[in-house]
């Protein structure tokens, strides 16, 4: 199984994009169509998490699998009137190391 991750301003229809990501899955010319696709969603401090789960026909078509779903899935994302944010960065300064 492989993900794609997409990070979402939180002020979306979370059961739209879950749909539109579900589909961008079922559409990848990669997709084992034998194996389970996941949009697993979780919030997060700055807005909400999304992974794509899915499995790829032949394992050596990961890479571009993963391609295939991130580049369509922020396509999807776009089109569905979400926004995707930047997770932040989490920089240790010496003293909390």
Excluded at 17 to 24: A, F, K, M, P, Y
Excluded at 33 to 49: D, F, M, N, Q
């Amino acid at each position: 199984m492989y993900v794609a991750d997409f990070y979402l301003d939180a002020d979306h229809n979370a059961a739209a994009i879950r749909t539109v990501l579900h589909d961008i899955a079922l559409t990848s010319a990669f997709l084992d169509y034998t194996k389970p696709v996941l949009v697993i969603l979780a919030e997060v401090p700055w807005g909400s998490h999304y992974k794509l789960k899915a499995y790829p026909f032949d394992m050596r078509d990961q890479f571009e699998f993963i391609s295939d779903m991130t580049v369509r899935g922020k396509l999807g994302i776009r089109e569905a009137g979400a926004r995707e944010v930047q997770a932040p960065v989490m920089i240790q300064t010496p003293e909390q190391r």
